[in-house]
């Protein structure tokens, strides 16, 4: 590993930027289609939101995957779809 790179390691982060762990967590709600909101630590669970829907999706920290994140989106989206058409 370059100086460089462990400088940028071990450089101070702003109060805006994400711990690494919260990073992850972004980057795998993002592969899975969603848009990142936060981690609520002290609930465990992991916010974003559809797309689509504008709606506020979660999961448990430990079963975060972009896989879950898709179909959890697919599924809530599909539902919205279905609310709209009946009303």
């Not at 109060?15 to 993002?30: F, G, P, Y």
């Not at 506020?56 to 430990?62: E, Y």
Request: proline share 3%.
């Amino acid at each position: 590993m370059s100086r460089e790179t462990l400088y940028c390691l071990d450089s101070p982060r702003n109060s805006d930027s994400l711990s690494v762990s919260d990073n992850l967590c972004k980057v795998i709600v993002e592969t899975g289609g969603g848009v990142f909101l936060e981690v609520a630590h002290t609930q465990g669970l992991v916010l974003w939101r559809s797309p689509q829907s504008g709606l506020i999706l979660c999961c448990p920290i430990g079963l975060l995957s972009a896989e879950r994140v898709r179909k959890t989106t697919l599924d809530s989206d599909s539902m919205t779809a279905v609310t709209q058409v009946q009303s």
